[in-house]
């Protein structure tokens, strides 16, 4: 038989998908643990979630958070930073720490085998790191030449500067790595406190996915973290409130970056928390505007205009209020234009061209079809169910996902335009060559530009 | 080499090759719903010439703007019925894949039949136009916007002559780029891109016979073009090379690098692990040293090159600040002349052992994209002729022994036949290595 190419073949109907079951257990401790059975691989995935990331960061001390994150491999017990770097590598251990606005997130991967060693290690040292002052002062050091480097690098420079205009000096403010000022201030005393005031069994989720039964996998769980004592601690303090975000009206910020050969450019305002009932007909909304390749925005700045390698848009999801945001690199003599081309897709997508039937069949049928594919690997089980933890969803949701976002009308993506996108009163951010782009930008009509250094 | 042996890692296949030489892989795995279509095509930047560079590259563009009974974009469509979808080039092979639902294999099977047998017809001046902006702001954005960015495009000027396949960046001249005609593209898409210069594989929950009746279906009668000549070459270096760019950055950064054994030949396991003793993780002997103990440097990166015609290995050390690069380089010669001379230690080979057997079992957990089991069996299949070669690339790296990776550090990791490549901030080439030419890059 042969293809028949007058038109493409039909898409069958969905497969059937089924979420592997989550099991909830609670320890001694009050540590949350969630096990999950994934048999593909004989591998096995620890994530600890701990409730506390970078807006936990005492004013100042900016970067304590992750700070204290880093120092949590550097040493435990008997072991240095390099026994510790040896033991992974001989468990054949994939490590990583990651800390959020909200939370930190440790993830130790290991094969079956060496299950109840990797929980073992990653337990060690999570709850008793050594914080020793000299391993302190050298990755401190890193740190502050880390951050040295970042001002080379357009797209961090972009990062931390629109997280400042976003949310000014509250919490959310700053990046995870902080600043200069902050960690050259920040002492290893403070990095212990914060870890006893932080790292505690009853603000913590353990989920493990892996080749093992329930049983099993919580007596790996319990055997290692069963012992992690609770050592009371405040409950971390809810942050301040940071109202609708409503700014009284457009800006253009631009940060120099003499003789750049692109521009990097972010533009957006504060939106809506990630526990909005909104979030469904917000994620489709955003897939018509800019979530995926085929959305609007990256089809007009990339495909018709050629401007960029790729433009994008999305939130920067959190348990407070996030920020909407389009972002790109775009060539420096496209920069005016493609910010304009920018501003008029946020508007029309909420009245002169809102989200047509067939836009928002594509968009769920992307999110909902490719939906299965995120659930391959124990490791993305694992990270998929802390999300569950971090934000308070149901052990459902996941299964719930697919119905609910093909119950999201075109009445309600335009709702959602309406409501969380909102062109007149967003940051325009241009991190570029000053004397390229400031009179193209200025001839905007939305106010002289103000220049801001890195 | 001493190991544990700790997994039985495998990955089974059926092949079959079709009337008009397309190699067709199917690999069964019914965990997700989903298959991984992935097609590789040998061709990259290695069959390019001097003078018009970037194609093979640009190609992976037009490839997703539509083709004869397609007139439109590629994303659409996939995107629409759940698909993940990506492509990638380098110096030796362009891949293309999507990762889709069960129930979107044969839209996947239709598209990627459709643009390799009916390109051309739907590659218009606009599309090449528009392809080719898209594409020198990824050069702006990857390499020219980007700290180091350069670095790479002076090292291999300097490792390999003009002439030489790997002389020049996968992304391409900017002027030949911008100097490149619409024919010229025609002509490469004829030369390249047919089913007997590619290997068709699939991966995921399928059943296999159906798998291989599908992809006659759709790739049967696509006609059999000439396989393409085997690109041959060889470099060498005569000397020490001192080189230096200047460059946005606020840190001075060292580059070394050597020829080494090409991917797959013997030595390039070797190579690989010498990689990982000297780089990676703060048990590295260079992070230790450098970073961990004296605290002269940043970061490290130390690691082998794998390439078909002949592969380099590649050693970066950032300074840190106030520090020399000229006693960093002291500290490196010291590292490589030990290791030379005593090769690795039984405690080194362990740890190498059991990352490189869970590593292996770790690939296994994906069915698609980059690095994927579909994407796997195409490499094995194209640069060996062998997808079951899984099997035998875990043993080139358990076969090896601490003499044979000192033999290979110290056959390969000469001082007098490398690149030194300074990068240092504008304006203060005197933090370079002593005698360092100045490399323009454009």
């Known amino acids: 038989m042969r293809a028949d190419r007058s038109r493409l073949p039909r898409i069958g109907p969905d497969p059937a998908f089924a979420f592997p079951e989550i099991v909830r257990h609670t320890l001694g401790n009050g540590l949350q643990v969630r096990t999950v059975e994934h048999t593909t691989v004989p591998v096995v995935t620890f994530v600890l979630l701990v409730d506390g990331g970078a807006a936990g960061d005492p004013r100042g001390r900016e970067g304590l958070a992750a700070i204290t994150a880093d120092m949590v491999d550097e040493g435990t017990g008997g072991l240095t930073a390099i026994d510790v770097s040896d033991a992974l590598a001989r468990l054949g251990a994939v490590y990583d720490a990651d800390v959020g606005a909200d939370a930190t997130t440790f993830m130790l991967m290991t094969l079956s085998r060496f299950a109840a060693r990797g929980a073992t290690l990653l337990a060690d040292l999570v709850t008793r790191p050594a914080l020793t002052e000299p391993d302190f002062s050298r990755v401190r050091q890193l740190r502050l030449d880390r951050l040295k480097q970042m001002k080379d690098l357009a797209p961090a420079v972009a990062e931390r500067t629109f997280l400042r205009l976003m949310y000014g000096d509250h919490p959310y403010g700053h990046l995870a790595i902080g600043t200069a000022d902050a960690v050259g201030a920040t002492s290893r005393d403070e990095v212990e406190a914060f870890h006893r005031r932080t790292f505690r069994p009853r603000a913590a989720t353990l989920v493990v996915a892996g080749a093992h039964t329930h049983a099993e996998l919580l007596d790996i769980a319990d055997r290692a973290f069963g012992a992690w004592p609770d050592e009371g601690g405040e409950t971390p303090l809810p942050h301040a409130p940071i109202g609708n975000g409503a700014r009284p009206g457009a800006r253009i910020v631009i940060v120099p970056r003499e003789g750049a050969a692109q521009s990097e450019m972010r533009i957006g305002h504060l939106a809506v928390a990630r526990n909005t009932p909104s979030y469904h007909a917000l994620l489709v909304m955003n897939a018509v505007l800019g979530g995926q390749f085929v959305s609007r925005v990256n089809m007009k700045l990339r495909e018709e205009k050629g401007y960029t390698y790729g433009a994008r848009t999305g939130f920067d999801w959190r348990r407070g209020i996030a920020p909407f945001y389009l972002q790109a690199s775009v060539h420096t003599a496209a920069t005016a234009d493609a910010v304009r081309d920018s501003l008029a897709e946020l508007d029309a997508i909420r009245g002169s061209r809102p989200a047509s039937s067939e836009e928002l069949e594509l968009a769920k049928a992307s999110l909902t079809r490719g939906y299965p594919r995120n659930f391959e690997t124990a490791q993305q089980v694992a990270r998929s169910v802390a999300q569950l933890a971090l934000y308070g969803l149901p052990d459902t949701y996941f299964e719930e996902f697919v119905p609910t976002v093909h119950a999201v009308t075109v009445d309600e993506v335009s709702r959602v335009a309406q409501q969380y996108i909102d062109p007149a009163r967003a940051t325009t951010l241009v991190v570029g060559d000053h004397a390229a782009v400031s009179d193209p930008l200025g001839a905007l009509g939305l106010g002289l530009p103000q220049v801001v250094p890195p | ?442």
């Not at chain 2, 000439?226 to 090379?241: C, Q």
């Open chain 2, 1 to 442: 080499m001493r190991y544990d042996r700790v997994v039985s890692a495998a990955l089974p296949f059926a092949k079959r090759t079709l009337a008009n030489g397309l190699d067709v892989i199917v690999h069964e795995d019914h965990h997700v719903p989903v298959v991984a279509v992935n097609i590789w095509y040998h061709v990259g930047s290695k069959d390019e010439r001097p003078g018009s560079t970037g194609f093979a590259h640009l190609f992976e563009h037009l490839m997703f703007e539509g083709s004869e009974h397609h007139h439109a974009g590629y994303f659409q469509p996939l995107q629409q019925a759940g698909g993940l979808v990506n492509g990638s080039t380098n110096t030796d092979r362009t891949n293309y894949w999507e990762v889709v639902p069960t129930s979107a294999l044969e839209l996947a099977l239709w598209m990627e039949s459709d643009r390799m047998g009916y390109l051309l017809p739907a590659v218009t001046s606009e599309r090449f136009e528009t392809q080719r902006d898209v594409v020198l702001n990824e050069r702006r954005q990857n390499y020219e916007n980007r700290p180091y960015g350069m670095a790479m495009m002076a090292l291999l000027a300097a490792l390999f002559p003009p002439g030489h396949p790997y002389h020049w960046m996968t992304i391409g001249d900017a002027a030949d780029l911008r100097a490149m005609r619409l024919e010229d593209v025609h002509a490469f898409f004829r030369a390249y891109y047919h089913p007997a210069n590619a290997s068709l594989a699939l991966a995921g929950d399928i059943d296999s016979a159906r798998a291989f009746a599908l992809a006659e279906q759709y790739f049967g009668d696509l006609p059999a073009g000439e396989r393409p000549p085997h690109v041959t070459a060889s470099a060498s270096l005569a000397r020490e090379a001192r080189t230096m760019l200047e460059d946005r950055v606020e840190m001075p950064r060292l580059y070394m690098a050597w020829h080494s054994p090409a991917m797959f030949d013997e030595g390039d396991a070797e190579m690989d692990l010498v990689g990982d003793l000297l780089g990676s993780g703060k048990t590295s002997r260079l992070y230790k040293t450098l970073v961990y103990d004296q605290r002269l440097a940043l970061d490290v990166s130390a690691y082998q090159n794998s390439r078909e015609l002949s592969s380099f290995f590649l050693l970066a050390v950032t300074a840190a600040p106030g520090q020399s690069l000229t006693d960093i380089a002291t500290v490196v010669d010291s590292e490589l002349q030990r290791l030379a001379e005593d090769g690795p230690t039984v405690a080194e080979m362990e740890r190498a052992a059991a990352q490189v057997e869970s590593h292996f079992l770790y690939r296994l957990q994906s069915v698609g994209g980059f690095g994927g089991k579909s994407d796997q069996l195409n490499a094995y299949n194209v640069l060996r002729g062998n997808p079951a070669y899984f099997a035998e690339d875990l043993e080139r790296y358990r076969r090896a022994t601490p003499d044979g990776v000192r033999d290979t550090a110290r056959r390969v990791l000469r001082f007098d036949r490398r690149v030194l490549l300074s990068v240092v901030p504008r304006g203060q080439q005197a933090l370079a290595l002593s005698g360092s030419e100045l490399v323009p890059v454009a």
